[in-house]
């Protein structure tokens, strides 16, 4: 489990990250494709620095390579082959340097690798950034996790969970931050003091494991529902991919647009996310993951 001199610099580290990807790097796409290079570099390095061998998963769209990038910690006995998949995208949409949408993800997957990186778990745990889940790719043929969905498939992979982490870092105090679909805000708090995780009904033994052991181990609140796919928002992500294959997957969110009033605007920068919350988020999910790794 998490020691001390692994939790410590879990609060810069988020900071360092969302800095270099949305500060430093800014947009990132499929026009800025330079950028997204640069930021495919920064998490290649990463990984390597938390004592991983990045993989590059490459296609082609018009006349240029994207690519997913995947570490893998090993399971090791007898579930080694199935696999516990944790992903967030690291392209934004035009026009907007992406702090939360999704440069906080992104900052959290790196981290959890980090933690991740000397344990033992009897299933395979792979960290992925995903490339081009933004418009014009999104729901379509051309997003990085529909590709690695069903290279997945097509090759027989076990995954047992996937995790799709889609904006972790704004939060407020003030009451009526937080907005729901229609009908929802009767059963769920309107203070946006709280991370969520969000499933379908075929999800929902993993929406609930989740939850449970993130209340055990994380100060911050978790709400979570498991629900149509329809509804504004509940498959508006990696995930959406995975249940494309029929894998059990969820969204780990703050609940962008009902909540974060930049979502998808040039304003959505680091000044405006909250760094203690977002490790809460990340230590909460760690312990969340460790046991959906045992």
């Known amino acids: 489990m998490m020691s001390l001199a692994q939790e410590g610099p879990l609060k810069e580290n988020l900071r360092n990250h969302v800095t270099t990807l949305a500060s430093e790097i800014g947009e990132r796409n499929f026009i800025r494709y330079a950028a997204l290079v640069k930021a495919r570099d920064y998490l290649i390095q990463t990984f390597a620095a938390y004592s991983y061998t990045p993989v590059s998963q490459s296609y082609i769209l018009g006349d240029k390579p994207f690519q997913n990038i995947i570490a893998t910690r090993k399971g090791h006995g007898s579930l080694a082959e199935e696999v516990i998949v944790i992903g967030a995208h690291y392209d934004t949409l035009s026009g907007t340097p992406g702090a939360d949408d999704n440069a906080s993800g992104v900052a959290g997957v790196l981290e959890l ?81 709280f991370i969520a995780v969000v499933g379908n009904f075929r999800s929902r033994p993993l929406v609930h494991a989740i939850k449970r052991e993130f209340l055990k181990h994380s100060t911050l609140n978790m709400e979570s529902v498991a629900t149509f796919g329809f509804i504004p928002g509940v498959d508006w992500s990696d995930h959406w991919s995975f249940w494309q294959e029929g894998y059990p997957a969820v969204m780990i969110t703050d609940t962008a647009f009902y909540r974060n009033p930049f979502y998808h605007d040039s304003m959505d920068t680091l000044e405006t996310l909250d760094f203690n919350r977002m490790a809460q988020v990340v230590q909460g999910l760690y312990h969340a993951i460790a046991s959906l790794a045992q």
Do not use: C, W
């Open 113 to 193: 690798a980090r933690l991740f990186a000397r344990e033992q778990p009897q299933r395979t745990v792979q960290f992925v950034a995903f490339t081009n889940e933004e418009p014009p790719f999104f729901k379509t043929e051309g997003m990085g996790s529909r590709h690695f969905a069903r290279e997945a498939k097509r090759n027989g992979v076990m995954i047992a969970a996937m995790l799709s982490l889609e904006m972790i870092g704004y939060f407020s105090s003030e009451r009526h931050s937080q907005k729901y679909p229609p009908g929802f805000g009767f059963f769920y708090p309107n203070t946006a003091d």
